[in-house]
């Protein structure tokens, strides 16, 4: 069996008591991660469940997968043989499913090694995908009903994602739950603000280790202004990414036709935007096609730094200083953040 196998699965949404145990006798152990939903389940996509051997031997084990009541799978269970640090991506199809409304879904996970050894890890997840429509930014909302809602908390605040696509834009609006919002200053200064980083890349995208190599991914960074909001471009595909560990001014990098709204009201903030598909060459818009897409919520003075790629089920050793880049009025934790290769996808509509 080859190391990598191909498992379309869920992503989490919410990681609400998300965690992972082991049992039985030492032995080499591995990782297991459920990762998103691209298509939703009344629509029999395949799902995907990772798993990673991080020893110096070879694992050998089978992996089982329980989902939701009402879904119907392929199969419910796979063997594997992972080399060692090698990661196997396991597919289990959805022969029939049906979608909540909240857009959560339970799934739990068990490797049980040669040995007897278990690794159980149990999830939420949700189905993280774009569907086709073109909004209208102006700070409505009305437009936003069909868009798939991809729910998070942190510190008791939530934070909800939705996003849409067509040939010529890719939409997104993330509502933030907050008690205040702290526009960009004026002058361009140091000063702590809240903002929205979003990073965007193609599917095989990697973040890598070094700060001489290259970035595969676009990044922006959404604030209020006086005028509304501002949307900067903070990171390009080819290059270094030595420059995501230095504070560039933002002058001088707003996102030329990219629409932008920023409102606060009754202690929500509302992050609106559409960026330009041409912003974004590497990445084509097609339905079923897949993507990496992850977001920052900076709030200083409420729950610090909010992080999709820890709510989605990262595992730890995938934070990476590289993968986001600093900018003046950003204030980080002592440990970076995540890597922002999330899984997320183009669909046709939400249903």
């Known amino acids: 069996m080859s190391p990598r196998l191909v498992l379309l699965v869920m992503v989490a949404a ?73 990661t196997a991506r396991l597919a289990f199809a959805i022969e029939r499913g049906a979608d909540a409304a909240s857009n959560t879904y339970p799934v739990r996970v068990a490797a049980v090694g040669g040995d007897g050894t278990e690794v159980v890890r149990s999830q939420t997840i949700a189905c993280a995908s774009a569907p086709y429509f073109n909004p209208t930014i102006d700070g409505r909302f009305e437009d936003w009903n ?18 849409y696509w067509s040939r010529r834009r890719f939409s997104l609006l993330v509502v933030v739950e907050e008690d205040a919002l702290k526009p960009l200053p004026e002058n361009g200064g140091h000063a702590a603000c809240d903002a929205l980083q979003v990073a965007i890349s193609p599917r095989d995208a990697e973040t890598a280790a070094s700060a001489g190599d290259k970035a595969r991914r676009y990044e922006f960074l959404l604030a209020a202004t006086k005028t509304g909001g501002a949307c900067f471009a903070l990171m390009r595909p080819g290059e270094r990414l030595s420059v995501a560990t ?43 096609r897949e993507f990496c897409f992850s977001v920052l919520v900076h709030d200083p003075d409420g729950t610090g730094l909010r992080d999709w790629g820890e709510a989605a089920g990262l595992w730890p050793w995938q934070r990476n200083r590289l993968a986001w880049c600093s900018w003046p009025g950003a204030t980080w934790l002592a440990d970076p953040p995540f890597d922002n290769k999330v899984e997320w996808g183009f669909c046709s509509s939400k249903h």
Not at 52 to 61: D, L, M, S, V
Not at 265 to 280: F, I, L, N, Q, W
């Open 14 to 86: 919410m990681l609400p008591g998300c965690g992972e145990r082991r049992t039985g006798p030492a032995a080499p152990a591995v990782a297991i991660r459920a990762e998103n939903l691209t298509v939703t389940p009344s629509t029999g996509p395949v799902t995907h469940v990772l798993v990673h051997n991080p020893g110096a031997t070879p694992y050998r084990g089978t992996v089982t997968a329980t989902f939701p009541d009402t879904w119907k799978m392929n199969v419910t269970r796979h063997d594997v043989a992972i080399q060692p640090r090698e």
């Open 146 to 163: 069909d868009a798939i809602p991809v729910t998070f908390a942190t510190g008791g605040k939530k934070t909800v994602i939705r996003t």
């Open 246 to 288: 230095t504070d560039r001014p933002l002058a001088g990098r707003e996102l030329a036709d990219a629409q932008v709204n920023v409102v606060h009201r009754d202690g929500v903030t509302y992050y609106e935007c559409a960026v330009p598909m041409k912003a974004m060459p590497e990445i084509r818009p097609d339905p079923g």
